[in-house]
């Protein structure tokens, strides 16, 4: 039986787009609600903690058939065990989660600073805090040696840290240039066939926070 | 070589109790590792970046030569392995959704109770739990089992039961009225291994490294 899974999040790239990733590098179709910030989530949020289809008033939410999940993280590892793309041993599967949650860890300051008004203030310390992680991520990956994050193979996680990595990037079109694995996993990634039509395409948003910046 | 786990943290509940509360339920071998804060700083700077620290952070769980960081990492390896993700695709889903619900109250009750200008602070961060542990008494009621997910336990049940337990030390009337939370909360401690567990001089006492929580 064909279904179609239905993503509800902002018209911002945000906690949304490591699952949009993951649907155009697998050929998964989707449909999506486009959430205004404001007036409208606040509608949507309301009728939807009323009816459980926003079951913690938050974005994304992700419905499978009669499913309502919430959490990006829940999400991401649902369509992970449904369409493989959760690593292929038990090793791989622990890594899989370890480096899904380290692209989170990534997220934090970004978001922190970013949502900031005085952001610009804390620009520098955020970029400070981003090459100390980045270093971690360039030994991780040395360490494991192996084309994706955690195997052969795209697992959930690598979209989450493509999606990072790509904040980062615009942000600041150097910050990935002293990590000579990060920037090649980061082009691989971006270049896989799926991903680079989906980039270039009129799905992506354009805007990656809920601010003008970013 | 001896098959035990080593769990790797603070002298703190915070982020590993409910590690902890797994290991000890399901009565497999373990060690902790407990690094007091004195010593934190240097072992942080001899293995950051290497396989013993990969990102600088506890918990870290050993066993044999493989070592994994990031608490939820670990808490859905041993699920994994010990059958504590629920039965069916939607209740895997459902244990996930409820974890990083729980991790996210964590975050939001860390910062609180860790801001030295607490008191300030506090009609924000009690509206924010109300309506967070309102939307999570919703959907766990809605399960209608006898944990959060099903009527067995999950690796969610042990983050849930931790992180109320933390809330109820500062606010101790923060379940009232939330009955469903109140009984997973009642029905987790007194599994027997936890219930034993809780008692005995293993417990660490503090969830966070302050002397009002």
Redesign the interface.
């Known amino acids: 039986m064909s279904h179609e899974y239905q993503l509800t999040y902002f018209n911002i790239r945000g906690l949304g787009e490591p699952i949009r990733l993951l649907f155009e590098d697998n050929g998964i179709k989707y449909k999506e609600q486009r959430v205004e910030a404001g007036e409208q989530w606040q509608k949507v949020k309301e009728e939807g903690v009323s009816s459980g289809k926003v079951p913690f008033g938050q974005m994304p939410v992700l419905q499978d058939g009669s499913m309502y999940l919430a959490q990006s993280g829940a999400i991401l590892r649902h369509l992970a065990r449904k369409h493989n793309l959760y690593g292929d041993s038990e090793e791989e599967r622990a890594l899989a989660d370890m480096m899904n949650d380290f692209a989170n860890d990534l997220r934090t300051p970004y978001v922190r600073m970013i949502y900031n008004d005085s952001w610009k203030e804390m620009l520098p310390e955020y970029l400070e805090t981003a090459k100390k992680q980045l270093e971690l991520l360039e030994k991780y990956l040395n360490r494991r040696g192996k084309p994706y994050v955690v195997g052969d193979k795209p697992c959930f996680a690598d979209y989450n840290l493509l999606a990072m990595l790509d904040c980062m990037h615009r942000l600041k079109e150097d910050l990935l240039d002293p990590f000579e694995l990060v920037n090649k996993y980061y082009g691989r990634m971006k270049q896989r066939p799926p991903l680079a039509a989906y980039f270039q395409s009129n799905r992506i948003p354009q805007k990656i926070n809920n601010v003008p910046r970013g | 070589m001896a098959n035990c786990y080593v769990l790797v943290y603070f002298p703190v509940r915070a982020r590993a109790e409910h590690i902890r509360l797994m290991l000890e339920d399901l009565m497999l071998p373990y060690k902790m590792d407990i690094i007091p804060k004195e010593n934190w700083r240097a072992y942080r700077e001899a293995t950051?970046?290497?396989?013993a620290l990969?990102?600088?952070q506890l918990p870290i769980l050993r066993y044999g030569e493989?070592t994994?960081?990031?608490s939820?990492?670990i808490a859905?390896?041993l699920a994994?392995?010990y059958d504590l993700y629920g039965s069916s695709?939607?209740e895997?889903?459902m244990c996930?959704?409820v974890?990083?619900?729980v991790r996210?109250i964590f975050e939001v009750y860390d910062t609180f109770v860790l801001d030295r200008q607490r008191t300030s602070k506090e009609k924000t961060f009690y509206s924010e739990m109300s309506?967070?542990l309102d939307?999570?008494e919703?959907?766990v009621q809605?399960q209608n089992a006898t944990y959060s997910v099903s009527d067995r336990p999950t690796f969610a049940d042990y983050w849930l039961e931790e992180q109320l337990d933390y809330l109820l030390r500062i606010k101790p009337s923060i379940l009232d009225g939330r009955n469903a939370l109140q009984r997973i909360y009642h029905n987790m401690r007194s599994r027997p291994n936890i219930e034993a567990y809780l008692k005995s001089d293993r417990r660490i006492d503090k969830p966070v490294p302050v002397d009002d929580a």
């Open positions: 950051r970046g290497t396989a990969p990102f600088g493989f994994l960081a990031q939820g990492a859905r390896f994994r392995k695709e939607k895997m889903a996930d959704m974890y990083e619900e996210d309506q967070r939307n999570l919703k959907v809605s």
